[in-house]
């Protein structure tokens, strides 16, 4: 894709911990704030956002491993480094 423009292309799995109050104010921060989500739920009426805050509550409910009732979730994601010629 970037051909001759790129001198080099390195990639590294990495590893970040969603960690925020609770799983309801994570629901609430990425319900105000960041654009996907916000679309989502601004597409939906209200037995709509309901059932997709739900959804989200139960995945994090799968994932969290915090013991307290803050929210620590962890995901695997790529780094991408490309370097322009």
Do not use: C, W
């Not at 509550?57 to 962890?74: C, F, H, Q, S, Y």
Request: glycine share 6%; hydrophobic share 45%.
């Amino acid at each position: 894709m970037f051909g001759n423009a790129a001198a080099s292309i390195k990639s590294e799995r990495r590893n970040f911990v969603f960690r925020y109050r609770s799983p309801e104010h994570f629901v609430e921060v990425f319900k105000s704030y960041y654009g996907p989500m916000l679309k989502a739920f601004a597409a939906l009426d209200e037995a709509g956002q309901q059932g997709l805050r739900s959804d989200l509550l139960a995945l994090i409910a799968k994932m969290n491993r915090a013991e307290d009732g803050t929210m620590a979730v962890p995901s695997e994601y790529l780094e991408v480094v490309i370097t322009k010629r």
